[in-house]
């Protein structure tokens, strides 16, 4: 059973943990391993540069703009309401941060009044794969993290706004039950993996063949007991743009490296690719397992602060931490 005190810290952990992976790795968006390898000093204290500098700055992208719009909603609506989602990607949505092309049609598609449920096949026939919706699902794995089959439908629940081809859906129900399993887990110990990939199984069989394919790579590149090259975990995973070539990463990544924090964030982004969104994965996972106190604070301080920055994230997820706690403190 953990404590009140210990679950507060996880879910500011979850939320400030996407916020950090996403900040620091975006400046190495789109890079091959070797050059984000050649570029890692980057990710050290200012005090290396004395500045930080245009390219690694430590402003958040659209994974972190997401990902607070969908804890505003929960807060709300004390749950994942699709509608309520939409209405705040509509109000919230800060364009000017990364947006890929589906997301920003999305948004506005629903700026000019259209209903929530016809956006999500405006731009692809079929619906996006793109990993948009696994990157910002960290609050639904918090919220339902005592109960995996209800975050299972909430995490296609809030993926359908923008992502309903079933590779972006069960992207969304890989990364949300991932964060949630790592709620469960005890800071002070490595992540208990064996367990993690079966829970993960249970959750996944239904859905498309690839992240079962995805989930036994995982388990066999687990079971090798030691920490592969980037190259192979690009090989054998992925660092795209794509959900399943991006979720199944960052959980593996996660579950390697938990509970060091930064040594997780480093491995994240020296695979390079889509670096912001895997290492905001990553992030919160790895921020679920360890909590807030388990984060680094000289990377903390680094973090924006402006009207929807650090300050702003940690509070939000006080109140989705409070949210769920009148909920369930008596049942
Ligand atoms: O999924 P989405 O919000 O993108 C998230 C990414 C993260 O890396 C963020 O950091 C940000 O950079 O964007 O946005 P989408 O546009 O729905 O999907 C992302 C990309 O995946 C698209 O722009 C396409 O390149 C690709 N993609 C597809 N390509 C062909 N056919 C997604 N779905 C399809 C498809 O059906
Ligand atoms: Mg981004
Ligand atoms: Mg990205």
Known sequence: MISKELLHDKFRGAILGCFLGDAFGSGFE??????????????????????????????????????????????????VSPENIAKQFSLYCDLTRGYAIGAIKSVLALRAGMKWYE???????????????????????????????????????????THVHPLGQWGAVMQACSVALAVNQNPKESFKKEEAIIHLREVLWCGPIEYIKALNKIEEMLAQGKKLQAREVVQSLGNGVEAHFSVPTACY??????????????????????????????????GAHVGEKGLPVEWIEQLEDGPRGLSFARDLADRLFETWWKIHQTS
Do not use: W
């Open 30 to 79: 789109g890079m091959n391993p070797e050059k984000a390898r050649f570029h890692m000093d980057n990710l050290d204290s200012p005090s290396v540069h004395h500045f930080v500098s245009k390219k690694f700055p430590r402003s958040y992208t659209d994974d972190t703009d997401m990902t607070l719009a969908v804890v505003e909603s929960i807060i709300q609506s004390s749950g």
């Open 119 to 161: 956006v999500a096949r405006i731009v692809f026939e079929n619906g996006s794969f793109g990993n948009g919706a696994a990157m910002r699902v960290s609050p639904v794995g918090l919220f339902y993290h005592h109960d995996l089959d209800s975050l299972q439908e909430a995490a296609i629940q809030q993926a359908n706004i």
């Open 253 to 286: 990544i996660a579950m390697n490296y938990s509970p060091d924090f930064c040594d997780a964030i480093r491995a994240a982004i020296s695979l390079g690719g889509d670096t912001d969104t895997i290492a905001g994965m990553v992030g919160a996972i790895v």
